[in-house]
C-alpha cells in the first residue's frame, strides 16, 4: 500500500483537490438527504443510521470511500444552523471564507505552543488579539475555545491577581460556566442574586457587595443565553469601582455589538471590565472555535506563565523568539485567529456591520410577528437576536412537546428557556440571510403543531 498524501508541502494542494471534490459532493448529497434543517426520527433513528454507516470503526483494510461515506453520513444527520428554520442555539452559520481559512489553518497545522512551530500564526495572533481587545476597549486577549473557557480564565486571573480566592458574584442570569469555574478553581461559593427581570439589578448588587466579607469578583452578563438580555454594565461598573470589586463581562453573545454603529451603544461600559469574555463563533460567523478573554492589563497574564526548555528556553526568549505558554493553559492549540483575521480583513467593519443589523432586525421583524398573533405571547422586546415565545395560556408540557414534535420530524430547531415562572420557545436568529418568508412559516409550524 502506498503512503498517503499529506495536506501540507509542495504536493499538499495537489492531493487535496481531488478530496474537496468528494467532501463538497457528499455535504450536498448529504443537504438533499437530509430536507431540511436537521434529520427526521429522532435520536434512534440518527444513531441507526449512524451504525449502518460506520459499520466496523478500524476495519481490517481501509476503505477508501470512506470520506465520501462519512462525510456524507455527517450532513445527512446534521442540525445545519444554515437552515433558517434552525434556531434553537447560539449556533451561527460559518462564513464560507472563514471556513476556507480554516482548511488553510487544517492543511498547515501550526501549534500554538512554541514560535519554532508557528511562526507567522504566531505573529498574526498577537496582532489581531490586540486589534480586537482594543475594540472593546481592553488591551490585549486571549484565543480560547469560547467563553467556557474564557470565563474560567477571567476567574482564575482574578485568584491570581487578588493573591486570595475571591467570591463570585453573579445575578441568576449568569451563564452556567461561571459557577462552574468558581468551583473547579476552588473558590468561594458563589453569590447568585436572583435577576426577576431576567437582568442584574444594580441596587441588589450593591447590598450583596456591601455586607460582603473578602475580595469580590462581579460577573455581569451582555447576552443571556436564554434571551439576549444585557445587564446594565455602567451601572455595575460604577458599583463595582465603589466596592473596588472587580468585574468581569461575559459578552460572548453579545460582544458582536461593537461591530455596529447601530447596536454599539448597547455595551457603553464594557470598557469598565477588568476582563470580557468574546466569541466569534457567535456574532462573528466562525467555524467553532472562536472564543477571546480580553484583558484591561496585560501585565496579569503573567499568572500563566509556564516555563518548559523545550519550548520557551530562557535564552531562546532572550534572543527575541516569541513565549507562547504564556498564551494559553493549553499546550497544543490551532492557529484559530487565522479564520477571524481573515473574516476581518475580508468583510471589513461594515460587512460585518451589516451581518449585525441584519440578524438583530430579524428577531424584531418574529417578535413583531408573535405580537400581533392572537394565539401566541411574546416575552418581551428581544435584546440582541433572541426571541422568547409561546402559544398564549399553554401548559408547559404542551410547549416542550411541540419543540420535540418539530425536532422528530426534522422540520425546526428551536431552544427552551424558563423566565417568569413559565417554560417558553426560543428562536435565535443569527441566519442573515433569513427571509420574512421563513419567519412567519416557523411561527405557522409552531401554531400547526399547537392547535393539533
Not at 229 to 258: N, S, T, W
Not at 307 to 334: E, K, M, V
Request: charged share 20%; glycine share 8%.
Amino acid at each position: 500500500m502506498s503512503t498517503p498524501p499529506l495536506a501540507a508541502g509542495p504536493h499538499g494542494p495537489d492531493a487535496l483537490r481531488p478530496l474537496l471534490d468528494t467532501v463538497l459532493d457528499a455535504l450536498a448529497a448529504g443537504a438533499r438527504d437530509r430536507g431540511g434543517p436537521l434529520p427526521a426520527g429522532g435520536p434512534h433513528a440518527v444513531d441507526a443510521r449512524v451504525e449502518e454507516a460506520l459499520g466496523d470503526v478500524l476495519p481490517e483494510h481501509g476503505d477508501p470511500d470512506a470520506l465520501r461515506t462519512l462525510v456524507h453520513l455527517l450532513a445527512a444527520g446534521a442540525a445545519d444552523p444554515a437552515d433558517p428554520l434552525c434556531a434553537g442555539h447560539l449556533h451561527c452559520p460559518p462564513l464560507a471564507v472563514a471556513t476556507a481559512a480554516d482548511l488553510a489553518a487544517s492543511a498547515l497545522n501550526p501549534s500554538m505552543d512554541s514560535w519554532d512551530q508557528a511562526p507567522a500564526a504566531s505573529a498574526l495572533e498577537a496582532r489581531v488579539t490586540r486589534a480586537l481587545a482594543q475594540e472593546a476597549g481592553l488591551a490585549d486577549a486571549l484565543v480560547t475555545t469560547g467563553g467556557t473557557e474564557s470565563n474560567q480564565l477571567a476567574l482564575l486571573l482574578a485568584r491570581e491577581t487578588h493573591g486570595s480566592a475571591p467570591t463570585l458574584v453573579c445575578g441568576a442570569n449568569a451563564h452556567h460556566s461561571l459557577p462552574r469555574a468558581a468551583w473547579l478553581l476552588g473558590l468561594p461559593t458563589p453569590l447568585v442574586l436572583p435577576t426577576p427581570d431576567g437582568t442584574l439589578d444594580p441596587a441588589a448588587l450593591d447590598t450583596a457587595l456591601t455586607g460582603l466579607q473578602g475580595p469580590a469578583l462581579v460577573a455581569a452578563t451582555a447576552g443571556t443565553t436564554d434571551a439576549g438580555l444585557i445587564d446594565p454594565l455602567p451601572e455595575i461598573a460604577a458599583r463595582c469601582a465603589a466596592h473596588g470589586a472587580r468585574l468581569h463581562i461575559d459578552a460572548a453573545y453579545g460582544g458582536g455589538l461593537l461591530f455596529s454603529d447601530r447596536h454599539r451603544a448597547k455595551l457603553t461600559g464594557l470598557d469598565a471590565a477588568d476582563t470580557v469574555t468574546l466569541d466569534l463563533h457567535k456574532l462573528g460567523w466562525q467555524p467553532v472555535a472562536a472564543g477571546l478573554l480580553a484583558v484591561a492589563r496585560p501585565a496579569e497574564l503573567t499568572a500563566l506563565h509556564q516555563r518548559a526548555d523545550y519550548l520557551n528556553a530562557d535564552d531562546d526568549t532572550d534572543a527575541g523568539y516569541p513565549d507562547l505558554l504564556g498564551r494559553s493553559p493549553r499546550t497544543t492549540r490551532r492557529p484559530d485567529i487565522l479564520k477571524a483575521a481573515v473574516t476581518l480583513k475580508t468583510l471589513g467593519r461594515t460587512g460585518l456591520a451589516e451581518l449585525v443589523d441584519q440578524v438583530c432586525a430579524h428577531a424584531e421583524e418574529f417578535a413583531a410577528l408573535v405580537r400581533d398573533h392572537p394565539r401566541f405571547e411574546l416575552y418581551g422586546a428581544p435584546g440582541i437576536s433572541t426571541v422568547l415565545f409561546r402559544p398564549a395560556n399553554a401548559p408547559d408540557d404542551t410547549v416542550a412537546a411541540v419543540r420535540r414534535t418539530l425536532l422528530h420530524q426534522g422540520r425546526a430547531v428551536l431552544g427552551r428557556a424558563r423566565a417568569d415562572g413559565r417554560l417558553w420557545l426560543k428562536a435565535t436568529l443569527l441566519n442573515p440571510h433569513t427571509r420574512p418568508d421563513d419567519l412567519a412559516h416557523l411561527l405557522k409550524l409552531v401554531e400547526g403543531h399547537t392547535t393539533g
